[in-house]
């Protein structure tokens, strides 16, 4: 696990540590009372919407803010007082933050240049051709910044950070800049980055598939708090509570009111009265009859098929019709809409619909789902 309480034992050791971190400007807090623990060579992220503390959680790290209350660590030695750059990190901007009137060689050489005392000349451009050799830029070097791509620049921006060997690499939104595609490639360069270098990567960002994609661990932040943390997989597989399953993922909601509950399931009378069965997270709380809560199913679990059609392993067909159909090329996204259950987003894999053309906008459907596809999940 990336993150763990305060109040629990652990023997795995954190380059990065929080304990009871609270973060004021004036009346708002920013970082409310947060314990977290990110483990030696691990790819950690924030995620979570703009306001919600990721940021200036970061921040605390690089020292570009200081704890209100509670203590910040940094392999195992509190760094609280310590100004940014006497601490053993270095952060990559949003917009990379590159000189301009420098070459490639200048700028990934810059922080070395600031040591004192200052390494020998030869040893500082040993050091700049190790670290364009370990982003793949080799033989860029008196280039100039203009010169390059989004995507090199980046990359540079990433060799500037690492050639100073720091405890652990800050990302602040790396990737925002770039174009879709580009972003991706990025993606996949910066898993392969930090496998190799092996050491602490941090990333900040409000952007789910970018956080599930490259993240060892995840941390849910909502004003200032932790809501949830855990694996990529664990996030999407058992959110705590709504917020968790619509921030990550795409999630149909049913509303109702829970009419009866087992330690496994739980049934829910829907708005349009109808009684839907969910499973519970492992761990959790059986909901009190007659407490609002609602059946969370993802779109890629629902089946789509012909208005006649029929699915004895169904926990329950939905009659509906399709509203509109976005074609993905491996997917197609199907809005349906439905009496009593409003507008359903399913995804119909392309290898389902090989040996046809899918549905149209107008075409009557049915949508199903397995039982144990469904959550039951409360919005706290």
Known sequence: MGLVSQSSTTECEFDIEFRGVTKRFDDIVAVDDISLGVERGAFFSFLGPSGCGKTTSLRLIAGFDQPTEGKVFIGGESVVGVPSHKRPVNMVF??????????????IGYGLRQRRPKPAKQEVLKRVDETLEMVRLSGYGKRRVW???????????????????PTCLLLDEPLAALDRKLRREMQIELQTLQR??????????????????????????????????GSPRKLYDEPVNKYVADFVGKTNFFNGEVVESTDVTVSVKSDSGQVLTGMLIKGATAPANKS???????????????????????????????????????????LITTEGFGDVLVLSPKSIESNNQGFAPGDNVSISWKPDAALVLGDT
Do not use: W
């Not at 010169?147 to 060997?165: D, K, M, P, T, V």
């Not at 990567?201 to 943390?229: P, Y």
């Not at 392993?313 to 939905?318: D, L, T, V």
């Open 147 to 165: 010169e390059l791509s989004g995507g090199q620049q980046q990359r540079i921006a990433l060799a500037r950070a690492l050639i100073n060997r």
């Open 292 to 334: 609002k809560a609602s059946v969370a199913v993802r779109p890629e679990m629902i089946s789509i098929s012909a208005a006649d059609a029929t699915n004895n392993s169904a926990n329950i067909a939905i009659q509906g019709r399709v509203l509109n159909r976005i074609f993905l090329g491996e997917h197609s996204e199907y």
């Open 94 to 107: 949003q917009q990379y933050a590159l000189f301009p009137h420098m070459n490639v060689n200048e700028n």
């Open 196 to 229: 190799d270098v092996g050491i602490t990567f941090i990333l900040v960002t409000h952007d789910q598939e970018e956080a599930l994609s490259m993240s060892d661990n995840i941390c849910i932040m909502r004003e200032g708090k932790i809501i949830q943390s």
